[in-house]
């Protein structure tokens, strides 16, 4: 069972918007698709760079660095040179606010 933490208000992600938000010592990106929140960790697993300073199309975020591309749906890698998927977090929605899921 997870544990909820409020990470955001949906306000503040438009459509094709994402944002970095800490849960405890994780960094994980947020993203909006068309109106759905999706939630994974924010570190590309090929190298140690931020996704949220990557550029986000559809639901596939690309790293800033070397131009790895991820499902933010699946976490799922899209495009190498990564090759490990990202971890996923479930989400969801309590009146304006985003929850997302952490391990127990």
Same mark, same amino acid.
């Given at each position: 069972?997870? *544990?909820?933490? !409020? $990470? *955001? =208000? &949906? $306000?503040?992600?438009?459509?094709?918007?994402? !944002?970095? &938000?800490?849960i405890?010592?994780?960094?994980?990106?947020? $993203?909006? %698709?068309?109106?759905?929140?999706?939630?994974? +960790?924010?570190?590309?697993? @090929?190298? +140690? *760079?931020?996704?949220?300073?990557? %550029?986000?199309?559809?639901? #596939?975020? !690309?790293?800033?660095? @070397?131009?790895? =591309?991820?499902?933010?749906?699946?976490?799922?890698?899209?495009? +190498?040179?990564?090759?490990? /998927?990202?971890? /996923?977090?479930?989400? =969801?929605?309590e009146? +304006?606010?985003? #929850?997302?899921? /952490?391990?127990?």
């Amino acid at each position: 069972m997870s *544990a909820f933490v !409020k $990470a *955001a =208000r &949906v $306000a503040e992600l438009a459509p094709g918007t994402m !944002k970095q &938000v800490a849960i405890g010592p994780r960094r994980v990106l947020l $993203a909006n %698709v068309g109106g759905q929140f999706f939630a994974v +960790d924010d570190t590309c697993t @090929h190298e +140690d *760079a931020s996704l949220s300073r990557g %550029v986000l199309r559809g639901e #596939w975020v !690309k790293c800033p660095l @070397h131009g790895s =591309r991820f499902n933010v749906r699946t976490g799922e890698v899209v495009e +190498d040179p990564a090759s490990e /998927t990202l971890a /996923t977090y479930p989400v =969801r929605i309590e009146g +304006d606010e985003v #929850w997302i899921g /952490t391990p127990s």
